[in-house]
């Protein structure tokens, strides 16, 4: 038996290891994009503030965890799948034979029709490669644009402030963060990096990218020009799925795959950001590209390779942010449902906001800023469907009790 | 036998000698507030409950983590934040459903019980043997865990 | 080290809030919470000041003790010139609220003057500030909290508070924090209340350290020893409550019963711990739902109770609160509420324990004002006419019940019990039916059937009080050796020792329930760990004595004197009737001159220039 995981991201490392794990004998294969040993995108932000070194992004910390793993770790990139005879070829020309087959090649930055954005001094902010040239631009005090205050930007944002650089963000939605947060939350955000320093530009959009006295001057929609030594794009993702054209694996935005991680394609599984997977929630197939789903992805689809049937009932949408220190977080369906109450704590003064969304008895969705206690409990409630009983009321009139709610429900003091 | 932290809060009586002896132990100091462990009080219901990380197999905090700074000691089956690796990028106290690893924005790292290294200072500060370390498999501590792994997405192998 | 080492001044007249560093000087003197806030109170205040004008001050204090790991570190005091006895007022509580003050990151608060509005003040660290009140003001302690913890969006805020009682300037109002546990007497609510400041609220994330932490947990894990394997602090207390006292002092025949007409009550067992433990007939639960300790507390005396659902005190309209868990019946409240009233049903009493903890009342002086009542209208001094249609006869439990709720919202006739015993039967003329010393109802122990607390009343400094010296440890439960209780030789010298003891121990941020098991040998190593200064027990017991002296002075130059030391006539010249007291007065006048003489005091109790340079005073 021969395991092909193609991409050496969360979902891949975790499928291969999982695969080890249920088949002592079998050769697994992780194929990565990228030269360097298989890291973590969500820890780029922390290697761009030198809060770890670039070891410090490795998805494994043991020397040799994939050799000792039986795992092997090679280098390359597919350029096409060919489902019968159950093959991949790479862009070098080789070709890989499989068995079975996982792909969870991920996403890649999206770069908007904007002129100019291939001038030197603009980058994404995905890949270690892209952190090694931010880290060296983003100087103490130069003049730094981000375009795009998306979850991504965000993130960013807070490493690029810590550096010190003079930022301005331009986002084209009416408030930071809009497909994460709400308008309170969004709004609370804008407030609190502006008190610390950064320019906010929101419902503008960056029209094009010239040369300017610091290296570019960036051009909002508005006219406005903005003079910056960098320009860093997080304008958002897309799967990485070029190499699947004419393979038989059925697209939508996404890799669609069934119950059991599968693709259309015989013996093909797919897992993390490629995917289109069922959404806790709204129990439709969606594009959930997070961390902790993507190893959840990773860890059903490869037990479902290796023989060991288990359905996948959802994966819930969540995100945590940190922006120069103000943290927010969401939870499932945080706009809430129709017809569904809704309970929203807001401490302007302190920067707190939790916003609490039901259905009927349960928690469904949830938001939160400036609160850092038992915020994991939002996912407990909403996942574990529990019926709140006497404590939606509470809840409904003072929704910062939510831990004392989880708490009693799950222990029956109602 | 697996050792692990038996809660009866049948027994407890809130009198938070756990949340001093755990904040000192971690944070020298006596401060429940950096507390990894918690009595909730539910005054009508004449209830306490201490409440804190149950070391659930399912570790979706050490699942969640995207720099392996969470592990597993197999002969303990506690789960350890290593703080040279944790970037504190947060991911775990999101994906935990019982909300027991928290950000703590003094150090930029998670915190959450580690059993102290095998002699937690919360049982051996409990006056009424509310909280104990012992035999995992004596109380209804088993049960917490089996609810608690519904929150997965599939079950667990 | 311990203490914070900083003060919050609120200045609530203008609104100025200020912060200054803990005189260290003083806290050498004074260790901390009673000593060290009646330091700084005699310091800045007028002892002629009138107990509720914006003159005078008030303090919330810890002790260097509160939130540390020692077993029972979580009290504060709240010191002011109480308006119920003119005295100085000093009020103990536990719960959860003083540690809170102090994780804050404050020794002490000290409030001046008077809102121009209704106010609370909010501590979230070094976030202070004044925020209105209106809309809580007219509303009970427990509807208080609920709303300013849903103000604050915090539920682990805690928050201390006043009722209506307060407001209104009940005498014996009370200061109750986290619900149920109370900064009970000489009427400190009262002067909170005049003050305009509702409530405080209080959250903190600072930390208390402690000098020598290895030692401070060799000295506090050995206290917390000898707390559990002491027969009263170990098994007594946790499984009984205070309560257990019920039926052992009725037993000693010196149980204050219808307002000191007699010395045993036959409806004691009715009303006593093991009553609370049995299953009743309705719902087949007991009174006592669970027992709940205070902060750092390792005994855990705090009684969690609920009322038969089928009592009469529950039926009608309204009474959905009272239906659920709270703050149950202790011993001092089921005696003043029972004993003293002539009323044991159980039920009744829990209820008005309840209302006591909702309206913020003192249950010993609102009990034994109802039993003076009680006297009043059953010697036809006072009738329906006056009582607004009250019963007022000895064990009528719905009587007392309505003169609970009354009083709690200060009321009708509840208005007038909320003067005080004292008052209540001057203004009809019989000054003699109020069982109380320097206007202060005393409470569960008759002096004819325990002679020491004869002496303990009448030279408290608040006014009649059992935690000042709580010889009954001695003469009853024989802790630390037996005396008889029956008789007067030795009781100076013990009372003596017990207040300045006490008065050490109330300065340490600790429970004075702790010295049923604790001496002051268990208790210095504890403080000496954690504070500079070198804290043996003859300093101890040096900083005790000079608290006590220094309260005294206080009391002198406010106008209440040695002719004060006195207990009321019906204790001195009316006999015990049966029991094992049958026959015997209270000897007060055996007690009190040696008491001076031990005091070193003058032959009219004035501390003498030698004691007082002797003390540093």
Redesign the interface.
Known sequence: MHYLVLGAG?AGV?AAE?LR??DKTAKITLLGGEPEPPY????IP?YLIE??GED??????QENHYQDHGIDYVHGTAAALQGKAKRIKLTDGSEIQFDKLLICTGASPITPPVPGLDRDGVYNCWTLEDARHIARLAQKGEPVVLMGAGFIGSIILESLALKGVNLTVVEMGDRMVPRMLDETAGVMLQQWCENKGVRVMTKTMISEVTDGPEGLTVHTKDGDKLDAKLLVVAAGVQPNIGFLASSGVEIEHGILVDHYMRTSVPDVYAAGDVCQATD?STQKAEMLAI??VA??HG??AA?NMAG?V???????N???L?SM?L?T?S?GLWMGVEGGDSAK?V?LENN?YLRLEFDGNKLVGGQAVGL?????????LI???LDLGPWKDKLL??P??L??A???V??G?? | MQLALVIDPGKCTSCKQCEMACAYEKEQTFNPAKSRIRIFDFHEEARFVPYTCTQCDEAWCQQACPVNAITTDHASGVKIVHDNLCVGCKVCTIACPFGTINYNADTGKVIKCDLCGGDPACAKACPTDAITYSDVEQSGFEKMKAWAAKTDAAAQS | MAWTKKILRINLTSGEITTEPLNMEWAQKYLGQRGLATKYFTEETDPTVDPLSPENKLIFATGPLTGTCASTGGRYSVITKGPLTGAIACSNSGGYFGPELKFSGYDMVILEGKSPKPVYLSIFNDKVQLKDASHIWGKSVWDADAAIKAEVQDPLAHIAAIGVSGEKGVLYSCIVNNLHRAAGRSGVGAVMGSKNLKAIVARGSNGVTVKDPQGFFAATDAGKKVLAENAVTGEGLPAFGTQVLMNVINESGAMPTRNCRDTVFEGAHDISAEAMAEPRRSDGKANLSTNQACFGCTIACGRVSTIDPTHFTLEGEGKDRYKHASGGLEYEAAWALGSATGVNDLDALTYAQFLCNEHGLDPISLGATIAAAMDLYEEGVINDEITGGLKLNFGNAEALVKACELTGIAEGFGAELGMGSKRLCEKYGRPELSMTVKGQEFPAYDPRGIQGMGLTYATSNRGACHLRSYTVSSEILGIPEKTDPLVTDGKAALVKAFQDATAAVDSAGICVFTTFAWTLDDIAPQIDTACEGGWSVDKLMEVGERIWNMERQYNMAAGIKGDKDTLPDRLLKEAAKAGPAQGLVAGLDKMLPEYYQLRGWSTDGTPTGETLSRLGL
């Open positions: 969360p975790t999982t794990k249920h973590s995108r969500m820890a922390y809060k770890v410090g992004t490795y998805l494994r910390q806790f961390q902790p190893v959840e860890r059903i037990q060991k288990t359905p996948h009932e959802g994966s819930l969540m995100n945590v940190e220190g943290i977080a939870f704590m401490d707190r850092t206690e038992h915020v994991g409990i939002l996912r407990g996942q574990t469907e009139k003072s910062e009790r831990p004392e989880y708490i009693a799950s222990h003091i109602i």
